[in-house]
């Protein structure tokens, strides 16, 4: 709930760029201005790490909309949920400071949907993510790609994932929810 009027601001700006601009290509990386607020802030007065997090997923929303795919989404009652993400620092963004959350798709395996968010500041990059999200259904299980593309069409020029991201997921994953995981240390 912490950027709840952010993210319904984005949808809606997202919605009036999509009928204004049209769809946006699954291989196109999507913008979004925000502003660093001071609730945004720790306490050594730079955005907080776990912020970023929470701001890009606006860049998120705004590819959803703007390509089409929220709107396949809700007619047959399927969501994403992000099952891992990890996200590297290079400068820290300030009180007031006007960036932009850049996103963009970087394909897709038998499981899962990758993507890269960066902060942007003049073209300059000062945090990227890589996030793995997965697709669901409201009326339970895991939405194959067969029946994800089969609703949107599958991207055309959508390269493959580069082999160190599926390094990074599987060496990030944790058992499935089912299965025993046991918090021990060792």
């Given at each position: 709930?912490?950027?709840?009027?952010?993210?319904?601001?984005?949808?809606?700006?997202?919605?009036?760029?999509?009928?204004?601009?049209?769809?946006?290509?699954?291989?196109?990386?999507?913008?979004?201005?925000?502003?660093?607020?001071?609730?945004?802030?720790?306490?050594?007065?730079?955005?907080?790490?776990?912020?970023?997090?929470?701001?890009?997923?606006?860049?998120?929303?705004?590819?959803?909309?703007?390509?089409?795919?929220?709107?396949?989404?809700?007619?047959?009652?399927w969501y994403a949920v992000v099952s891992s993400e990890t996200v590297t620092f290079r400068k820290s963004l300030e009180l007031w400071q006007r960036f932009d959350v850049e996103s963009r798709l970087l394909g897709h395996d038998d499981k899962?949907?990758?993507?890269?968010?960066?902060?942007?500041?003049?073209?300059?990059?000062?945090?990227?993510?890589?996030?793995?999200?997965?697709?669901?259904?409201?009326?339970?299980?895991?939405?194959?790609?067969?029946?994800?593309?089969?609703?949107?069409?599958?991207?055309?020029?959508?390269?493959?994932?580069?082999?160190?991201?599926?390094?990074?997921?599987?060496?990030?994953?944790?058992?499935?929810?089912?299965?025993?995981?046991?918090?021990?240390?060792?």
């Amino acid at each position: 709930m912490n950027v709840i009027w952010r993210t319904l601001l984005v949808m809606w700006n997202a919605r009036r760029r999509l009928r204004k601009e049209g769809r946006l290509a699954s291989t196109e990386v999507g913008r979004v201005r925000v502003t660093t607020l001071p609730t945004d802030l720790d306490v050594l007065r730079h955005m907080n790490n776990g912020r970023y997090l929470s701001l890009f997923d606006l860049g998120r929303w705004d590819l959803l909309v703007r390509t089409g795919m929220s709107g396949a989404m809700k007619r047959h009652g399927w969501y994403a949920v992000v099952s891992s993400e990890t996200v590297t620092f290079r400068k820290s963004l300030e009180l007031w400071q006007r960036f932009d959350v850049e996103s963009r798709l970087l394909g897709h395996d038998d499981k899962a949907i990758y993507l890269e968010h960066r902060a942007v500041v003049d073209g300059e990059i000062y945090a990227k993510a890589i996030v793995r999200a997965r697709m669901l259904k409201r009326s339970g299980g895991t939405l194959s790609h067969q029946e994800l593309f089969a609703a949107i069409g599958r991207p055309e020029g959508l390269p493959d994932v580069e082999q160190w991201v599926h390094e990074w997921a599987a060496a990030s994953a944790l058992p499935p929810a089912r299965a025993d995981a046991p918090s021990t240390w060792s």
